[in-house]
């Protein structure tokens, strides 16, 4: 039953942000569809599903165009938190939204080490990411490297923790990046295989 439940929620894990996203993009092409055909029917031409899919591909590039900008992140950010003090839309956007940024924070956290070290306290442990050494300014001691850390928070991966640990604290666990990401998204109920908390057999570098 143990394992018949961790299949589930993995299977769940997997599916729930899929299917938001094939909704979501279906939702938006309807809407493209619906916008393009009211505007050229009154100029008195029949619009076609190619013009509202291209018309949908300029829509995500001049999105993607705005958000990599500083004054377009700047816009995207202040939009976010006024959006976060609406009740209903705040719960609906933070939870599609941590969905996917799921995605992002797989294809840049994917590759580093997990480890578990005392956090925020002794005597406490949390899972993070080895994002790489410590600035040479902040090396307080010569005698021990300070680590870079990230500690994520659920649901959204992008907020949490940069905590700078010397490297003689950190235990490398044999623990994949994408089941420590369940974990931490899923706030503990995903679970990993047995022997998950041992030495990894191989350390990513």
Known sequence: MKTLWRYCLTGLLILIPAWATFL???????????????????IGVKATPIIGLLMFVLLVLAAGVLATHVWGRQLIASTERRIEQIPLVRSIYLTI????????????????????????RDGVWALGFVMG???????????????????PTA????????????EPQIRPINLLPEDAMKMEFSAGFYKPADGWLGAPKHTAA
């Open 24 to 42: 979501i993009l279906s939702a938006l092409l309807s809407t493209v569809n619906h916008v393009i055909a009211d505007l050229l029917g009154q």
């Open 97 to 120: 939204k941590g969905m996917t940024d799921l995605f992002e924070f797989r294809s840049r956290f994917g590759r580093s080490t997990v480890v578990a070290f005392p956090f925020p």
């Open 133 to 151: 050494i410590a600035p040479q300014t902040i090396q307080v001691e010569s005698s021990v490297n300070l680590l870079m850390i990230f500690v």
């Open 155 to 166: 649901i959204h991966p992008f907020t949490g923790y940069l905590a700078f640990v010397p």
